[in-house]
């Protein structure tokens, strides 16, 4: 497939099985559903300007008519109609959104790889967000009295919005006194309210219900208030003022010993004090309840790497040592396999939404997208509900690259940016 020219793309390399991946995220009417992750198609030949978008119909029913079209289909048509699927006023398809790092440097770089982009999936590109304010001493990414690990800049989409909510200093203080907001609509950053407690880091930090949950961690010293202290907030919220709401506080301070994922799914946040196989312990909220309640043995026992939620229903985890993706079963407390792959190995990040599931492998260097809507549970036809079951299908597994010159550090899905096409 050619590629659009090089002016329009900011990263130009484009994987080729990515390309090859047919797109099936199409979006309905009434909400926007996701678009997989693929290369782009050759681009139509200019038009006018001013050529309206159905010929007949005025531009405000010429949406609705459009509207349920798959995104891909839109974007190959004609210009007028790819300048309507970014526009703010269309309902966005989902992007991969990733917090980046300069792969060139390491420890000694601190905060000068840190940057961000998204994936565009139907143009099959990656693009730059503008960079977001930030504190005189900024988060940073490598510290020198820690070579061989990472600093946690923990990051969570919620509300439609990515939001950065801690990360560690170069004297591995607290670096963000607030969260830091990036609204796709508007192509913009902006500053949210201050923490209702110290500023922290090291904590347990998800999305529930389109809230940022922010739950433990350590402020500049230690504290067993902050480290049980918890809250939640709105970055949505059409009013300024909208602050955080205090959530009752956990049982311990077991979560202020590194970052944590807090996975929403089934009306209740999950989140383990550690990844990988070593003993760790887990935590549950129960948003109905408003209470902490332990975590089922199960799905303890099978939190083996970085989690993330299809859609606030189901929870997907990733065995980095096995390459094997597993989603739980809530009824019976156990994880089924759904995938297992060698470039699944060394999973470091997850995200999932509109039925995919996207993890960073390989140091950061790519992107595994496994989609998962085809192994959802359904009802099975009346013909075989009184023989054997049929097999779940094979979910379709392929690989997105990072830009070039940048390694993942973690990734979100989200609605795509607006911009003029």
């Not at 996701?34 to 006018?48: I, S, V």
């Not at 300069?102 to 961000?116: K, Q, R, V, W, Y």
């Not at 970055?235 to 944590?260: C, H, L, N, Y």
């Not at 089934?266 to 948003?287: H, I, N, T």
Request: net charge positive.
């Amino acid at each position: 497939m050619a590629a659009p020219a090089a002016a329009k793309r900011p990263y130009s390399q484009v994987p080729a099985a990515a390309a090859a991946e047919p797109n099936k995220w199409h979006r309905t009417a009434a909400a926007a559903a996701a678009p997989a992750l693929m290369d782009a198609k050759p681009e139509p030949e200019p038009e006018q300007q001013d050529q309206p978008l159905l010929p007949g119909l005025p531009d405000h029913l010429a949406h609705l008519c459009l509207a349920p079209l798959p995104p891909r289909l839109m974007h190959a048509v004609c210009r007028p109609w790819r300048r309507l699927l970014y526009s703010p006023s269309f309902p966005p398809f989902l992007s991969l959104y990733a917090v980046l790092d300069d792969a060139s440097t390491g420890p000694a770089s601190g905060t000068g790889g840190l940057s961000f982009a998204a994936y565009d999936a139907v143009a099959g590109r990656w693009d730059d967000l503008p960079a977001p304010p930030m504190p005189s001493s900024p988060p940073r990414l490598w510290h020198p009295s820690f070579l061989s690990r990472r600093l946690p800049l923990q990051s969570v989409a919620a509300g439609g919005r990515l939001v950065l909510v801690a990360g560690s200093t170069q004297s591995l203080a607290p670096a963000l006194p607030r969260p830091v907001v990036f609204d796709p609509g508007a192509r913009a950053w902006r500053l949210g309210p201050r923490f209702p407690f110290a500023p922290r880091r090291w904590c347990a930090a998800g999305a529930a219900r389109g809230r940022v949950f922010v739950a433990g961690g350590v402020g500049a010293g230690y504290d067993a208030s902050d480290a049980r202290s918890g809250a939640t907030w709105d970055p949505a919220s059409a009013t300024a003022a909208a602050g955080w709401e205090p959530i009752r506080p956990m049982r311990d301070a077991r979560f202020s010993r590194d970052a944590a994922e807090a996975v929403c799914a089934a009306g209740k946040v999950c989140m383990v004090s550690l990844r990988g196989r070593g003993a760790k312990e887990g935590a549950v909220f129960d948003l109905r309840a408003a209470t902490w309640e332990d975590m089922p043995p199960g799905m303890l026992a099978g939190w083996k790497g970085p989690a993330a939620a299809v859609d606030e229903t189901t929870i997907f985890v990733v065995d980095e040592e096995r390459g094997a993706m597993s989603e739980y079963d809530w009824a019976g407390d156990r994880w089924r396999t759904v995938v297992e792959s060698e470039r699944l190995k060394g999973a470091a990040e997850m995200a999932a939404g509109g039925g995919r599931v996207c993890v960073a492998a390989q140091g950061g260097e790519k992107v595994v997208v496994v989609d998962v809507a085809p192994c959802r549970p359904s009802p099975p036809p009346p013909s075989r509900r009184w023989g054997a079951p049929a097999a779940a299908p094979r979910p379709r597994v392929w690989e997105v690259a990072a830009p070039p010159g940048k390694r993942v550090v973690s990734l979100h899905v989200l609605p795509r940016m607006a911009r003029a096409e």
